[in-house]
């Protein structure tokens, strides 16, 4: 057998130790792999009960033919955000329906429309339900959320008249207040954003068909009309023979001018403008429990 030098033996004594610990920390590294691939994203956004959603109408509300049913749709005007994170960029759509509705009265300027919103549309076609939203499926919630959540129903407040042809025009600004949370595909959102537009300044132009009516100037009149009337005639004298007395024939009496009233002239009638649109007061939530 060959003994092997001091100088063999360290070298062959520190490469033992180098392999020895290239393996230790390969293991370590394998080990490591599957705890970061096991690591990953919530994919769920949650919107606590309460946040805010300010809207702009996209449609109008028509006085004369509103309902309880009729459709009502909106567009966010200023993002919603959560955590920093953005979970409703603006220009995302929002659907909801008209539940009741209060006319204004004829010495009232007042009236309320409670909407209930039910849909929110993001520019990719992503669609969320809105808790309690009556949409013929259990809407997506929480963990921990109640069963029955809350439906976003809102109280409009409206200052108008009953000379209006809108309840609610376009661009009419409303704020939404979630009443349960909502929770949102993380995922879809993200993808939503890039192709969200906000709405611009100028881009709702009212709906109203009200012209103004104009005015008249008014007639002057007719002057007076007047007949004149005659002088009449003297007497006529026929001298009477002798011892005979003369014969006086008498004249005819003069008759007065005849006047004829004329008629008096019409006064001018100002413009009469259209009333003031309508004006959103206040929005509400309603605190009602879905069955």
């Known amino acids: 057998m060959h003994k092997l030098s001091a100088t063999t033996r360290t070298a062959l004594i520190s490469a033992f130790f180098l392999l020895t610990a290239g393996a230790g920390l390969t293991g370590s590294q394998a080990q490591a792999q599957p705890v970061a691939a096991t690591t990953a994203v919530d994919p769920a956004l949650t919107i606590p009960a309460g946040a805010t959603m300010q809207v702009a109408l996209i449609r109008p509300v028509w006085a004369g033919t509103a309902s309880p049913g009729a459709s009502i749709y909106a567009q966010t005007t200023f993002p919603v955000t959560v955590g920093g994170k953005i979970a409703v960029p603006p220009g995302t759509f929002v659907e909801g329906r008209l539940e009741k509705l209060t006319?204004?009265?004829?010495?009232?300027?007042?009236?309320?429309?409670?909407?209930?919103?039910?849909?929110?549309?993001?520019?990719?076609?992503?669609?969320?339900?809105?808790?309690?939203?009556?949409?013929?499926?259990?809407?997506?919630?929480?963990?921990?959320?109640?069963?029955?959540?809350?439906?976003t129903l809102i109280a409009v407040a409206i200052q108008v008249s009953q000379r209006n042809d809108l309840l609610l025009d376009n661009g009419a600004q409303i704020e939404i207040t979630l009443a349960s949370p909502l929770t949102l595909d993380l995922q879809a959102v993200a993808a939503a954003i890039p192709q969200s537009r906000a709405p611009v300044p100028g881009q709702f132009k009212s709906a109203s068909l009200c012209r103004p009516i104009p005015g008249s100037p008014g007639t002057p009149g007719t002057p007076d009309t007047v007949i004149p009337g005659s002088t009449g005639t003297p007497d006529t004298v026929i001298p009477g023979g002798p011892g005979m007395p003369d014969t006086v024939i008498p004249g005819t009496p003069g008759t007065p001018s005849t006047t004829i009233p004329g008629s008096p002239g019409t006064p001018g009638s100002s413009e009469i403008p259209c009333p003031i649109p309508p004006i959103v007061i206040s929005s509400t939530p309603v605190h009602n429990q879905s069955p």
């Open 103 to 151: 006319r204004p009265a004829r010495r009232s300027n007042r009236g309320e429309l409670q909407i209930l919103f039910t849909h929110i549309i993001f520019a990719n076609g992503y669609v969320a339900a809105l808790p309690g939203a009556d949409i013929g499926a259990p809407a997506p919630t929480a963990v921990g959320a109640q069963n029955n959540p809350a439906e």
